[in-house]
């Protein structure tokens, strides 16, 4: 499953199902609905909660030791086959929402 986001502030952002709704979920709306909106109003506060699922994600992998780093690379999971962390799946939405708010126009998905 695919969720498309859109905003006439900028141009759509597809996810697949698992990853968007945890970022609906970040942003503080039910990720169980399949449709949904970002009300103008609501712009500010789901761009600060992106933001800071972002941080966190940063951090935790700062946090990584060099124990498992190594693991990593041993199983194939490094430099460019490593696996994409949430914290770069929220950019594109993060960017939309910023568009958003500067244009007053509301994102929507499921429609």
Do not use: C, H, Y
Request: proline share 4%; net charge negative; hydrophobic share 50%.
């Amino acid at each position: 499953m695919l969720i498309v986001f859109k905003s006439d502030a900028a141009a759509d952002v597809i996810m697949f199902g698992d990853v968007g709704k945890k970022l609906i979920a970040a942003m503080g709306k039910d990720a169980a609905d399949a449709k949904g909106i970002v009300t103008v109003e609501q712009l500010p506060e789901a761009a600060a909660r992106l933001r800071a699922l972002i941080e966190e994600e940063k951090a935790r992998a700062a946090a990584q030791t060099e124990e498992d780093e190594e693991e990593a690379r041993e199983a194939g999971r490094s430099g460019m086959a490593a696996p994409v962390n949430l914290a770069q799946r929220a950019w594109p939405l993060l960017e939309m929402l910023e568009f958003s708010i500067k244009d007053g126009v509301p994102v929507v998905w499921g429609v």
